[in-house]
């Protein structure tokens, strides 16, 4: 689990985050969560938000490139995996990794998505967002106005937004959080 001091993390974050320049805005605490818009799952099984009523959703927003990604959130969900298989194999929990990119698409493709998914040893489902040509940022990314890289989202059972987040979080406070969204 990566153990990042917050001070520390956010010094960081510029550094390492992918961010565009972009008016996106994330969704707010209580929204309605949008269903994902995904090109091609990579790995695990195809998924639909709305199968998931009832269950407590963790999302990572994801680029191959992404420093932050690598170091922060790709392990984060990965020990969250670990630390709560009983709950995901209970259907109380789904984690879900969407690969959102918005530059470098010659560098971030599938088959380079898909090595590195089986590399990292990756359990649960990863999408690739689908871009159009004719939009800028790929339409999950669009949806909910995920601001770069890394970008975790938590839904709650009733599938609002609990929490939204790009860069680096509390991985403690997060974790607690998933315990109480599962538990109420």
């Known amino acids: 689990m990566p153990n990042l001091t917050r001070r520390g993390a956010l010094a960081g974050l510029a550094a390492t985050a992918a961010l565009p320049a972009t008016s996106l805005r994330a969704l707010p605490v209580g929204a309605p969560a949008p269903e994902w818009d995904i090109a091609e799952w990579v790995h695990g099984e195809p998924l639909r938000l709305s199968d998931l009523r009832g269950q407590v ?17 790709i392990p984060t969900t990965l020990q969250w995996e670990k630390d709560f ?36 040893g990756f359990g649960h489902s990863v999408g690739h967002d689908r871009h159009d040509v004719s939009d800028e940022y790929p339409n999950t990314m669009i949806l909910y106005g995920t601001r770069g890289t890394p970008e975790v989202a938590i839904i709650d059972k ?4 609990a929490y939204q987040r790009i860069g680096f979080f509390d991985v403690e406070e997060k974790t607690q959080m998933l315990r109480d969204l599962m538990a109420a």
């Open 158 to 161: 009733e599938g609002r937004i």
């Open 85 to 120: 298989a009983q709950e995901i194999a209970d259907d109380r929990m789904k984690i879900v990794s969407i690969h959102t990119v918005f530059e470098g698409h010659q560098h971030q493709s599938l088959s380079r998505l898909k090595k590195f998914v089986k590399a990292k």
């Open 57 to 73: 959703v963790v999302i990572d927003f994801f680029q191959l490139w992404c420093p932050a990604c690598k170091s922060f959130s």
